[in-house]
């Protein structure tokens, strides 16, 4: 028989199974189409059973969905900063590539929530303001440390570096001969004193795939 | 009594109200949700009024409302050539930034018809391809004419200016500190010999509004 702990390892194990299906069903449909009925029927249960999982409805399962592709992203950065934070970007441009769903899910999901009475609109503004500071900060850092070109502004390098990198995704969501990866630290190393290194960056992390 | 010519300005005047309405409906609830029906109310038609001027059904109302506005951009650049061209394309961001609901319909559109399953998706990607083409090629010209820095390759000037134009639109809609027509601006100025003129450019091609 099944003890606490055995139950709260079946209802963690239900929660992914849930998001899995809120992931197909909101890469498919996008939010305002995408249904908690349609995910409960790829899930096998019934929509009742979503919603003791998951109390807030939808939104609740767009954030849990967002949150599990962030975690990814955040442990990459994990106490890195300045060059290292920005080397790290590159890093997450360049796993992306290999998932062009997440990508576009991403991509959708903040798109239909740039009308500001969208449900998700406070959700996605905040993240958004959230990461420009993050990016800021490491800009900050490089400047600090002597590493940017002479008159970089870090605020102005990371709301163009963020621009860049969500406007390379969609140039390539569209069949254009970019790489988001290599696009993206060419980009940033026109602000850097000196380049980031890509093979050694590259492999480096790789590895830990 | 309305002769043929009348009634051939009567239904043109149909049109470009169903395109009104379909404008107003795609925005708030974005192409997959957005119903014929409900552009069909908006008008006080019936959907098969709809249907008549618009026999393409919902794809035909996408395509009648993307022309409409790409008509106004193809206006801007008729005729422009290499620099000219360029500082063309600043002049249609600076005319965006008044208008919050077209940038938004056209990024929620375009991003949603990125699956390749979505019935727009061919029309956008086609779309975005001859836009890279027609930049690359007024790169090139600026190239021709001696007007790029040493090493820019046209098609790389073009594609990254694409995607920076999209970066800054998404990073405009979430409220960002950024000016979606001098940031590109001086994006573009970074492949120049010489800059773009900001404040000439600007008022003399304005006063034709």
């Given amino acids: 028989m099944a003890g606490p702990r055995g139950e709260y390892r079946k209802s963690a194990q239900r929660r992914e199974q849930i998001l899995d299906a809120a992931f197909v069903v909101f890469s498919r449909s996008g939010y305002t189409a995408g249904s908690v009925s349609e ?28 949150e599990r592709r962030d975690a990814t992203a955040e442990g990459l950065l994990q106490g890195l900063e300045g060059r290292d934070f920005l080397g790290a970007l590159v890093e997450i441009s360049r796993r992306q590539t290999g998932q062009r769903g997440v990508v576009q899910l ?10 500001p009475e969208h449900p998700a609109h406070a959700y996605f503004r905040e993240r958004s303001h959230r990461i420009a500071d993050a990016v800021t ?4 850092q490089a400047k600090a440390a002597g590493q940017l070109r002479e008159g970089v ?4 390098a990371a709301l163009s570096t963020l621009s860049m990198t969500e406007g390379l995704e969609m140039m390539w969501l569209y069949g254009h001969d970019v790489d988001m990866a290599d696009d993206i630290r060419v980009f940033i190393d026109s602000f850097l004193t000196d380049p980031l290194e890509p093979a050694a960056g590259r492999s480096a992390i790789a590895l830990g795939d």
């Fill in 106 to 115: 991403y991509r959708i999901l903040s798109t239909e929530a740039t009308d």
């Fill in 39 to 66: 995910i409960a029927r790829q899930v096998g249960i019934s929509q009742t059973s979503v919603m003791h999982h998951f109390a807030g409805g939808k939104l609740a399962l767009l954030r849990g969905v967002l």
């Fill in 137 to 140: 900060v490491a800009f900050a």
């Fill in 153 to 156: 502004d870090p605020r102005a």
